[in-house]
């Protein structure tokens, strides 16, 4: 593999300044040339843009996102085998997701480095701007993965294990290269997406429950406003890429703002599903549909991008959705996390 794998930008290569040059240069330096090394050091700020580097390289965000969610669902397991999720195994358990998580993230990268380098927003990424080479950036992806997968074998259970690796393989085969082909992949992304929760509750209680999935059913159906909000503030982009999101191939923005509402209003029965599992009560479904109707006014509002506004009171409105969905998810689970109890005991 004659490919450089090191992931450090050019500008962190070693140096020397015009002094150490002159010096070098002397007859003095000349006779002592093999005598004495010169210390080289990198230049400012390289340790922080190799930090950025690995930030977007394993998409610490959505790691961070998958974290919350992971959480809910070791909780809700645990408290279904009556033991506290405050113990080493919550900790071990979010590791290995956590390293799953941002493993898949790297070899999306990779995958995609081609059409990273046709979006503005995306064009900076570490392997798609050549300061991660795509060798090292697969290397990288792959450890975290097996690393994270590992983790999760030994202290877990194989359920757990298989499905953080199916939704990994979904994620990075299925939906990463379906996005150029047709707009199901959002659909499609959706399932390895919304798999946190149930990768938490299966590592408390090995095995799929009710409990778990209506996690997942939550997860899953919150993603389509946000995915909606996404596609259309970066729908120019998505074009220059040749990536087939709704607001690419139905420009006018009835499809995209359709989905966005339906699911918006499915959001809220969804997310009372733990009520009626008789795993929350009262408080928890007055939280819960308080919360999503404040999620479905803001999806209401992002449909007055079909009216004559500006592109940017368009962009402002997609914009406020996607802020007011990635504050909604967590206080939602926190919610649940506080109200919820055993079967028939919650709040």
């Known amino acids: 593999m004659n490919e450089e794998l090191s992931c450090l930008p050019e500008s962190s290569l070693p140096f020397m300044d015009s002094t150490m040059q002159a010096v070098s240069s002397s007859p003095l330096a000349a006779t002592t040339a093999g005598a004495h090394t010169h210390l080289h050091a990198p230049t400012p700020g390289a340790t922080a843009t190799l930090l950025q580097d690995f930030r977007e390289l394993f998409k610490v965000k959505v790691v961070g996102l998958v974290l919350v969610t992971g959480w809910g669902g070791f909780y809700l397991g645990s408290m279904q085998s009556g033991i506290t999720s405050l113990q080493r195994g919550l900790l071990e358990t979010l590791i290995g997701i956590g390293l799953v998580s941002a493993g898949a993230g790297a070899l999306n990268e990779a995958v995609e480095r081609s059409t990273d380098k046709l979006m503005k927003r995306t064009a900076d990424r570490p392997i798609a701007a050549g300061r991660v080479s795509l060798p090292a950036g697969i290397l990288l992806g792959l450890g975290a993965l097996g690393l994270g997968a590992a983790l999760l074998a030994w202290t877990t259970n194989l359920l757990t294990v298989a499905l953080a690796l199916l939704t990994a393989f979904t994620y990075v085969a299925i939906y990463t290269p379906l996005k150029r082909v047709t707009t199901m992949a959002t659909f499609i992304g959706a399932f390895p997406g919304?798999?946190?929760?149930?990768?938490?509750?299966?590592?408390?209680?090995?095995?799929?429950?009710?409990?778990?999935?209506?996690?997942?059913?939550?997860?899953?159906?919150?993603?389509?406003?946000?995915?909606?909000?996404?596609?259309?503030?970066?729908?120019?982009?998505?074009?220059?890429?040749?990536?087939?999101?709704?607001?690419?191939?139905?420009?006018?923005?009835?499809?995209?703002?359709?989905?966005?509402?339906?699911?918006?209003?499915?959001?809220?029965?969804?997310?009372?599903?733990?009520?009626?599992?008789?795993?929350?009560?009262?408080?928890?479904?007055?939280?819960?549909?308080?919360?999503?109707?404040?999620?479905?006014?803001?999806?209401?509002?992002?449909?007055?991008?079909?009216?004559?506004?500006?592109?940017?009171?368009?962009?402002?409105?997609?914009?406020?959705?996607?802020?007011?969905?990635?504050?909604?998810?967590?206080?939602?689970?926190?919610?649940?996390?506080?109200?919820?109890?055993?079967?028939?005991?919650?709040?």
């Not at 969804?270 to 928890?284: N, T």
């Not at 967590?330 to 028939?344: K, Q, R, V």
């Open 194 to 347: 919304a798999m946190g929760p149930l990768l938490g509750y299966t590592a408390a209680r090995d095995q799929v429950e009710w409990a778990g999935v209506a996690l997942f059913a939550i997860l899953f159906v919150w993603q389509f406003p946000h995915f909606m909000a996404i596609a259309w503030l970066y729908r120019e982009d998505y074009a220059k890429a040749g990536i087939r999101m709704l607001p690419v191939v139905q420009p006018d923005g009835w499809s995209t703002v359709l989905e966005a509402l339906f699911y918006a209003v499915v959001m809220i029965p969804v997310s009372l599903v733990p009520c009626w599992l008789g795993l929350a009560g009262p408080w928890y479904a007055g939280i819960a549909s308080a919360l999503g109707l404040v999620y479905l006014g803001y999806t209401i509002r992002f449909s007055r991008i079909l009216k004559d506004c500006t592109e940017d009171e368009s962009r402002r409105l997609a914009r406020d959705l996607l802020k007011i969905s990635v504050v909604y998810l967590p206080l939602l689970f926190t919610a649940l996390m506080i109200c919820a109890g055993p079967a028939g005991k919650g709040l």
